[in-house]
Every structure is written in structure tokens, then in C-alpha cells.
């Protein structure tokens, strides 16, 4: 009686994941393995193949990682920076790198629009040092910047979690083993924060690998990611059956790129992200 | 006595305007088992970790093997340290940690196998070294954290009060694994604990320290059964504090009684304090005793009953083998060698004593 009652409470969320995850995810089959009359067809999956659907998917996985490279490169000596800091207000400096999530992130990619545009701030300043106004927007690498900039914080995040779990103790006994700075950070540090890289990983690649806001926003339609095309089909073109056929291939290269990760992640530090 | 190996030369330290050492001198002997001992905050820890390299005293040196080592750092000492979370690496073997040290140190594979082995027998844990960290106890850890240390050979091991997470008999059993250890290695120990037990039973020589302050140096005989002041006698045992006034040599009056000493040169009518260890009371028929009173408390110990006696409004702890009734009403005497005379402190934070031991 106990035990039923006790499974009664997971009723709740079983009608959530029912709701909000299955049937949604089983339309989206639905319409990626059908033709607008209904009929079965692999036709949708196999759009991929169509070289603008290749060239979408290839320049998103390209900025994609850029992103996350360039977003792991900042974090890391960034988190560790901030993990060492010994003073009382040690949470506040980590609250004010998180304090750009809480602001729309439409309003933050905007902005930058207007900073870069031809007519914006920094070009008024190139112009008057004498560098004319330079292209700065409507090109891949303004993607990338705008992706780094929305997505740093879910790299800074568990990467600094994983390095404030590191006691200190640990640190002091590599050193009194004879260890320097460098073995320290190679051999105890590094170690320490795989899982927290790998959740970092996860959190930035997937969001950008999927984004079409940014490039929406800041590639100026010059910059045609899957996430565009996809969004195209279903705004647009309005081939909803075209537009799930893509998403249900994006979502088979995040399954991979999880499972390829996970292969590095001996302690299962990234699980919670799955 | 064997020579000088480290020696601390008028070190200070504070934090902000907390001092916690002053003008802290102090040495260690070659092969000598030294413990720092003190309550929390005395400065012990601090004078460890000065040694061990993770601080930097504000002024003073320190001296090891005839070298100015003061602002080397922790990896360049030739010692090393057991923490008191035995700081093991979480994402290594118990091998890998044993090691640790030995590879930094580009020893050959054969000789890091073979000093593994050997150190995994000394502590007793032959076979563990696939094993991983969180699958071992506390009192396996602390084994492990001091095979990771002893490897490297330091001339000095430096403990952190490495027993303090370990319950009774696990500690009991570690203080002689330490003893056996520090005979078998032949190096230096100086440990660092708040329990005098510890201090006691494997100690050459025992330094308590109090506020930043050396308190006394000495055996452990010495610092039990000649504590220089009241806070000593007070930390190390139990034992009956009393204001009592030097009369003149070899007689020292307490509660009112004249007693018979066996010290001299405090002058004459100066006030001291007496101090008289509980084992050392004797309980007598009433008209034998200096003074007499009644037992307002009975408690057994095992080994022995620890007693209340209420006399002139003091209230003194006995310790004794034989049963007593509460409200009984006994006399007690105490020999004159077993009466420790000492100058009361001229204020709380001077009770720092220069002895040489």
C-alpha cells in the first residue's frame, strides 16, 4: 500500500514526460518519416544529402566547435583564476559572470549588432583613427563571437564547480611531493576538472551547434546554419515534414557528439547533463 | 645527543592583527620523535606548516641541515608531510599516489615497483596497491598517505595531527605503528596533536606550546612530572591547581595547611602555584591526613575510581584503586616529592618559559 503509494508520486512527472517529451518528439518522427499525404517515406532524412542541407550542416559544425574551443581556452584559466581567489567576495565576482544569463539573450545579440554595425560605436571609432569602417557583421566569425559571448557561462560554470572541489590539501601534498606549478595543473588539476570540462562541452557544443538566432541576428542571412534551414522549412517554406526530416538528423550528430564525449568521462561528472 | 638538524630562529607570524607565533625558537635533533603540542590555536599547526613550506614567517628563519630554507618552497625541501585528511589523489591508485613523488623525480620504473612494495609492506597493506583511494578506510588512507610520504626518504616526516579522524583503538594501534616506523626508518618525526596521550606515549620530546608561546620543552616524564606552570600541568593529565604561598624553602602553605616540600629558591611569602597530580593523593583515616574533608562524588574509570573531596571549600580530584562511599567523611596526604611548586604567571599571555631541555 505503501510502495503504491509512494509510485503515485512519480504521477506528476510521468504525465510531464509524457507530455512534453515523448508525444513531442514522437510528432516530430512522425512527420520526418511521412509525406505531406501521410505516406512512409525516408525522403526527409535523406534531404541531408542535398549539398545546401551538407554545406549547412558542415559550417555548423564548424562554428560549433570553433565556439567551444574558443569558449574552453577563456574558461578554463578564467575558472581557475576565480577558484583561487581567497577573498569574502569570491561569490559575487563568480554572480557577475553569470549576471549576463539573466538578461534576455534576444536583447544581448542585438546589442552587439548595433556595436558592430557599419554605422556602430566601434566602426565611429575605427573611422576616426583613420581605419575606415570595417565589415564586422554579417560574417561567421561574428557568429562565433556572439555564440562565445551567450555561451561562456555554461563553460565557466562546471568547470569552476569542479575546481572548487578540489581541496586544498591535495594542491599542498603534490607540492610537498615535490611537484610544481606545471605537474600540479597537468597531473592533479586537469584530472580533477575532466568531468567539469566535459559538462562545459556538452552545454556550449549542443546550443550551438543547434543555434539559428545568433546567426539569424548577427550572419545577417549570410550565414546559413542547419538551425537556419530548419527554421526556414517550418516559418518559410512551411515543409513541416522537411523541417522535422533535418531535426531529427541534428539531433543524431548531439546523440553522437554526447556519446563521443562520454567516452572521456571516466567519473560520470557529465551525466547530469544527459 | 645527536646534532642540530633544524633549527627555527625567532620566528614571527600573524594573520591581520592575530599573532599566532612570537619570537618562537626552537630546535630539532637528528632521529629525535619531536611533538608539538597545545590546544587549538596555540600556534602548533602554524609552526608546521612554516616548516613544511606552505607559510612564510613575517620575520625569523629557519634552519635546515645547516641551510637558510625559509622562502624555499614545499618542493624543494627535502621532507615531506602527512595531512591530517591524508590528502590522498582521488583520480590515482593507491600505487599511483605511492608513486607520486618517486616519478616527479624521474626514478627508474624498477626502483618506483620495488619502493612500493617495500612501502606498502611497512604499513602493513601488502596487495593494495591496484586498489583505488575511496575503497580503503580511514585508518588505511592515513597508512597510505604515510607510505606516499616515506618513499621520497625525507630526512624529516612531518605530521599533521595524522590520527585526529581515527577512532580509539584505531589510534591506540597507529601510535605504535608510528613508534615501530620511526625506529625502523631511522628520520626525524615531528608531530603535531592537542592530545597529550599521544604526545605522551611516543614522543622523545615534547614541546607545548600555548597562545604562540612555548610553554615547556621536555621528556615525557619531564613534562608530566615537572610541569613548569599551570597551564602545562593543567593540559597534560588531570590535575589539582592550587594557589598556595611559599612560607620559605621546602615549605609551602595551600587551604591554610603547611606542608612539607621539596623545592627551594621561590624566596620567602611569595605566592605560587601547587600543583598535585590525582594519583598522587592519599586517602587516610581522617586524624593521619594534612586536611581533612568528604567525598561528595565516586565515579569508576576502569583502571581506577576518580574521586570529589571537598576540603576547606576546594574541591580536590583523587584518583584511587580502592572503593569509597560518597559522604565519607577521610583525611589525604601527599608526599613532598610529588608536590610541583611554580611561579604564577606575571600575566595570561606571558606564560611563555625559557627551559632548556
Known sequence: MRRLMRQLLAGPYLVWIAGFIILPVGVILYYAFTTADGAFTFAHIAAIADPVHVKSILLSL?????????????????????????FRHQSFVVFLFILPMWMNFMLRILSWRLILANSGIINALLVRLGFGPVKLLNTPATVVFGMVYDFLPFMILPIYNSMTRIKDDIIEAA???GAGNLTILAKIIF???????ISGIIMVFVPAL?????????GGGKVLLIGNVIEQEFMQGTNWNLGSGLSVVLMIFVIASMAVMNIFDKDGGGAAVW | MSKKLISFIDITKSYGDNIVLDELNLYVRENEFITLLGPSGCGKTTTLRILGGFETPDHGRVIFDGKDITCLPPNERNLNTVFQKYALFPHMSIAENIAFGLKIK???????????????????????GDRSVDSLSGGQQQRIAIARAIVNEPKVLLLDEPLGALDLKLRQDMQYELIRLKNELGITFVYVTHDQEEALTMSDTIVVM?????????????????????????FIGD??????IMVQDRVVSVLGVKLPCVDEGFGSNRPVDVVIRPEDVEIVAPEDGFMEGDITSVIFKGVHYELDILVNGYEWLVHTTQLYAVGQHVGIRVIPFNIQIMNKPESEDEEAVEIDA
Open chain 1, 191 to 197: 584530472p580533477l576538472t575532466v568531468s567539469g570540462i
Open chain 2, 210 to 234: 600555548n597562545q604562540g608561546y612555548i610553554q615547556q620543552i621536555g621528556t615525557p616524564e619531564m613534562i608530566y612530572n615537572e610541569p613548569v606552570n599551570a597551564f602545562v600541568a593543567d
Open chain 1, 210 to 218: 543547434t543555434s539559428f538566432v545568433i546567426s539569424d541576428l548577427l
Open chain 1, 175 to 177: 607540492r610537498d611531493l
Open chain 2, 239 to 244: 590535575s589539582n591547581i592550587l594557589d598556595g
Open chain 2, 106 to 128: 624521474k626514478k627508474s620504473r624498477d626502483y618506483i615497483e620495488d619502493k612500493i612494495r617495500y612501502a606498502l609492506k611497512l604499513v602493513n597493506l601488502e596487495g593494495f
Open chain 1, 62 to 86: 564548424k562554428l560549433g566547435l570553433s565556439c567551444t574551443v574558443v569558449c574552453l581556452l577563456l574558461a578554463y584559466p578564467l575558472a581557475m583564476i576565480l577558484s583561487s581567489f581567497r
